[in-house]
């Protein structure tokens, strides 16, 4: 279980940092669509998916373990739900920081109230996620506080230990 938010938690430069679950970090958001903006919304997603073809490292520095979007109420919702290593005021700034050098824009730009500054304003990033966070109030990771790096690593050793392995018949 997770703790309802105390004063108890951590406060990061933008307030509450949300702590740390067997999932790692994450959250969920759920926001208004702009009038017209779920196929636009889908376009990112394809366009997203290409550019990771492209180059599989693009969201490294993000630390994720997965992402979900899912939009719905008839495409008038969106909800955007992120798990990953870091603690939420990194992931924000760390975002930023990568979709201004890739010169991508958000996938939040479709969102209702979301604000068009946000690559120069990180406070209103950060305030647009939080009023729009649903907390989640159970999680569980099977392989619980398990980094995205330590998966990594995990999967590199197994792909050369069974090549190893093949050698060796």
Known sequence: MIPKHDEAWEVGKYGPIWPRTPACYGFTIIAHVKPGRAEAIRGYGHKLAKALEHDPELLAPL??????????????????????????????????????????????????????????????????VRQHQCPSFMEYGEYPYVTSDEIKKALKLKAAFSEMLEQMQ
């Open 63 to 128: 630390k994720l373990h997965y992402l979900r979007w899912v939009l719905f109420d008839d495409d008038t919702r969106f909800m955007y739900q992120g798990i990953f290593d870091t603690n939420f005021d990194k992931y924000t700034e760390d975002a930023i920081e990568l979709f201004k050098r890739a010169g991508v824009d958000t996938v939040f730009e479709n969102l209702e109230g979301f604000p068009l500054d946000w690559k120069t304003n990180p406070e209103a990033f950060n305030k647009f």
